[in-house]
């Protein structure tokens, strides 16, 4: 159980597109999911707090007009890199919280994102 | 502030010794602490997680932690490691906040030598 997709696993984009990114709970429902960015060699740095239903929370930094995040069902979390630039690049994670228990997320198996 | 240390960046074991990754945490209230492992090409995974009762909680793969509460440690352990095993982990602390956001330690890498 508590099992979370990504897709897709891998994207090449050029400078200047966006690409969308799919996060899905497949067993269960998820009211809460969460965001992150992870560079190489470095612990999972949060961007943002998506809650179905609700605008999205974003941590400190992170650009919310440039990383689109929307939660329209509660087994569904996009993410779109909007004019996607090199430094975007990176390895995208998102997790799903369990409702009802006390923290505990559940990861997808993420997506690398290559801007060239 | 809350947060979380792990302070060994990088630990190799050899096959069959036994393991421990220290994870020091700071938090007003009580806890609740998790340890996840990611391996190479695949997503984190949740090993075991601590919310209160026993203080050794046991999770997957033969790994346990304890909550230590005057040491403001949940250190990992396993008896015996296994080649497998080699991965980096991750120990976090949920926040006591709606969403109960994870902040997580920096991560140690372990390296498992034949």
């Known amino acids: 159980g508590a099992v979370v997709s990504q897709h897709p696993s891998w994207v090449i984009c050029k400078s200047g597109t966006s690409v969308k990114i799919e996060c899905r709970s497949l067993?269960?429902?998820?009211?809460?999911m969460f965001w992150y960015r992870q560079f190489p060699k470095q612990s999972l740095m949060l961007m943002a707090t998506?809650?179905?239903?609700?605008?999205?929370?974003?941590e400190q930094g992170v650009e919310k007009d440039k990383f689109l995040i929307n939660h329209a069902s509660l087994t569904l979390s996009t993410l779109t890199v909007t004019s996607a630039h090199p430094e975007d690049s990176s390895f995208y994670i998102c997790?799903?919280?369990?409702?009802?228990?006390?923290?505990?997320?559940?990861f997808g198996p993420g997506t690398r994102l290559t801007v060239t | 502030a809350q947060s979380v240390t792990q302070p060994d960046i990088h630990i190799t074991v050899s096959e069959g010794a036994s393991l421990e990754l220290r994870c020091n945490y700071s938090?007003?209230?009580?806890?609740?602490l998790f340890w996840y492992v990611q391996s190479p090409g695949q997503g984190l995974q949740l090993l075991l997680k601590?919310?209160?009762?026993d203080t050794l909680v046991q999770g997957i793969k033969g790994f346990e932690a304890e909550f230590k509460r005057s040491q403001s440690s949940f250190n990992l352990r396993k008896p015996s490691v296994h080649w497998s095993d080699a991965a980096e982990y991750f120990c976090?602390?949920?926040?006591?906040?709606?969403?109960?956001?994870?902040?997580w330690g920096l991560g140690t890498s372990l390296a498992v030598n034949p």
């Open positions: 976090a602390v949920a926040n006591a906040g709606n969403n109960r956001k994870l902040i």
């Open positions: 998506s809650n179905e239903g609700s605008k999205a929370t974003y």
């Open positions: 067993d269960f429902q998820a009211t809460t």
């Open positions: 997790s799903a919280r369990v409702e009802g228990t006390s923290g505990e997320q559940y």
């Open positions: 938090y007003g209230a009580t806890p609740y």
């Open positions: 601590y919310f209160s009762g």
